[in-house]
């Protein structure tokens, strides 16, 4: 963006509301500020001013509140102008118009916050941060999106980087003045030091599966015989009629999927075709999307007729079944025939139910989160949460960082471990968008003493 440009867009959504916001960032704010009010003298800054919007042949458009922040302590570092106007969108639509006929330009996507980022206002995981939390749909995505905005993840890559750094200054204080009274060289300390780095970042790269599953749902599927009561299920479940529910087996013929909260957690639930020796083409073609969606669930809520046989499922889908990612649901306890199948898959949760009575949906609630936060691999204490692009950066770095590894053992090689080592801080560096080699050379002559 050309230094001299103001961009500007609308902040909230368009349509009808209270009030509308429309945000303007670059150079010519403080002088717009003052001409679309008519003043003579300018604004005070993070001061809340009222007044009448002017259009440039003078007409008011509306009342609005203007805040102006001056460069440095704004959002994106340049100055910015707020505008509120009423939130119609035609008193909106006419501003934007104006402001365009004052020579402003309409902001790309993300273009406040890349301005941010290219202003060192925040890192590139910060910045991503913004948009997570902008469409965090649960308790826990919301708190991992905050503790990245307020850089959990740039907190922990400087961590790491700072002891690759201290790693790279006792190995090069060896290869450059090998012949200076250095301690004796133990490579053991720093090759453990590499192997405690390289066992974190695998870690950390983990905990992306956790992030997919904050944004995009756990996806659980409803799976058993026909006529069991999975489509009650799921409309119990989401308060809607969502699915049809007959006496007829067999009357979902391809899975329907709802999203629901389940205290902090957002979950995806796939209610599927009953699983049996199909009566005719379609509904087999239902048991296999069952079986392909089960290949990407994360969890099953396994339901049986208490009043019925146990089930007998496909091998494909039982195989998927683990005593973290399934409760075992008994459904119909209200008929008389109901019994206790608790030789049916016995290590596994059991939970008895009555969609009829509707007994039992708060204990599967409670049972259902308390496999969730039990059986998912959970971020360590810190908090910090990687997404996938992170986590392809520290893979590279965990790559680079095991050639290092390797070359230690080598006394010919010792040279072109620092090479490696200085591509990990690289691939680190990725994460946050930068490598701040000013720290990077403190924390090498730091530690030289070399002060000759
Ligand atoms: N007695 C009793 N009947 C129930 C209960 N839950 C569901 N039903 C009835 O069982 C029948 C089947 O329910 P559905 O929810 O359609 O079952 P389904 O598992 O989705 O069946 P398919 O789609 O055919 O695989 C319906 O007549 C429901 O009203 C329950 O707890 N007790
Ligand atoms: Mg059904």
Not at 204 to 216: C, G, N, R
Request: aromatic share 4%.
């Amino acid at each position: 963006m050309p230094a001299s440009d103001t961009i500007v867009a609308l902040s909230t959504p368009v349509g009808e509301s209270a009030i509308a916001v429309i945000r303007l960032s670059g150079p010519s704010c403080p002088e717009l500020a003052q001409a679309i009010m008519g003043r003579t003298n300018p604004l005070k800054v993070r001061f809340a001013h009222f007044g009448n919007y002017l259009d440039i042949s003078g007409k008011q458009i509306d009342d609005c509140v203007f805040t102006l922040f001056q460069e440095g302590k704004s959002f994106t570092g340049e100055p910015m102008l707020e505008i509120a106007p009423h939130g119609n969108p035609l008193i909106v639509q006419k501003i934007m118009e104006d402001l365009l006929a004052r020579g402003c330009r309409s902001a790309e996507a993300g273009e406040f916050t890349r301005t941010a980022f290219l202003n060192g206002k925040m890192d590139l995981s910060q910045a991503e941060a913004v948009s997570d939390l902008i469409r965090a749909r649960s308790d826990r995505s919301i708190e991992v999106a905050q503790r990245q905005l307020h850089g959990s993840v740039g907190r922990k890559m400087s961590e790491l980087t700072d002891r690759l750094l201290s790693v790279m200054a006792h190995l090069e204080a060896y290869i450059d003045f090998p012949e200076e009274d250095l301690p004796n060289e133990n490579q053991s300390g720093p090759a453990q030091d590499l192997r405690n780095l390289i066992n974190e970042m695998k870690e950390l790269i983990e905990t992306q599966h956790y992030s997919a599953l904050l944004h995009e749902g756990i996806k659980t599927l409803i799976v058993g015989e026909p006529n069991v009561g999975k489509s009650s299920l799921i409309n119990a479940l989401t308060g809607a009629e969502r699915s049809i529910v007959s006496d007829i087996p067999g009357t979902t013929r391809d899975y329907i999927s709802a999203f629901l909260m389940l205290g902090p957690w957002r979950i995806e639930i796939l209610d599927t075709a009953g699983l049996h020796e199909a009566g005719d083409a379609i509904e087999q073609l239902g048991i296999n999307h069952t079986i392909e969606q089960a290949e990407t669930a994360d969890f099953f809520l396994l339901m049986l007729d208490a009043s019925g046989q146990s089930p007998s499922l496909p091998t494909e889908l039982l195989e998927r079944m683990t005593v973290e990612n399934t409760i075992v649901i008994e459904n119909k306890t209200d008929l008389p025939g109901a019994e206790v199948h608790d030789t049916f898959l016995p290590e596994f949760k059991h939970v008895r139910l009555s969609l009829l009575d509707k007994t039992g949906l708060s204990l599967l609630r409670s049972t259902w989160i308390e496999s969730i936060e039990a059986g998912l691999k959970q971020p360590n204490a810190d908090g910090v949460v990687v997404n996938a692009r992170h986590a392809a950066s520290l893979g590279d770095a965990v790559d680079a960082l095991r050639l290092a590894l390797d070359k230690l053992g080598d006394e010919e090689l010792t040279e072109l471990v620092a090479a490696d080592l200085r591509d990990a801080v690289e691939f680190i560096g990725q994460v946050v968008g930068k490598v701040d080699n000013e720290r990077m050379l403190d924390s090498l002559f730091k530690q030289f003493c070399i002060g000759k």
